[in-house]
């Protein structure tokens, strides 16, 4: 088990809360009842805590979607393509975003990221 001293009382209550497994994944809103955050912060301790090295599990299967612990690799390869596709998504708004900003202005501004 990880070290729950390191989480801040937020990050524990939230960490706490989930259930172990894809099968027994909690929706975003019923988390969200459970611990008295909006679902915004849920996103923001699961991403936070990931990013700590904690298995935040995360499925948007119409049916048993939601948080979860993962468990196997399995667990892990849903909540990695998942985030790899939202990743994806968020870099074509981007790009796309700093083209239609150079077409409609004629400039050349916009920076690419090196």
């Known amino acids: 088990m990880q070290n ?3 989480l801040t009382k937020a990050e524990r209550k939230f960490y706490l809360s989930i259930p172990k497994g894809i099968e027994n994944a909690i929706p975003a809103k019923k988390l969200a009842v459970i611990t008295g955050m909006n679902t915004r912060t849920l996103t923001a301790h699961a991403n936070h805590l990931r990013r700590k ?12 979607g939601g948080y979860y612990i ?7 390869n849903v909540t990695v393509r998942t985030l790899e596709a939202y990743g994806k998504k968020q870099l074509q708004s981007a790009y796309a975003l700093k083209k239609g900003w150079r077409d409609r202005h004629n ?7 090196e």
């Open 70 to 76: 993962i468990t196997n690799a399995e667990e892990l």
């Open 107 to 113: 400039r050349k501004e916009v920076k690419d990221n």
């Open 4 to 6: 729950l001293n390191r």
């Open 53 to 64: 090295g904690y298995p935040i599990g995360a499925s948007h299967d119409s049916v048993n």
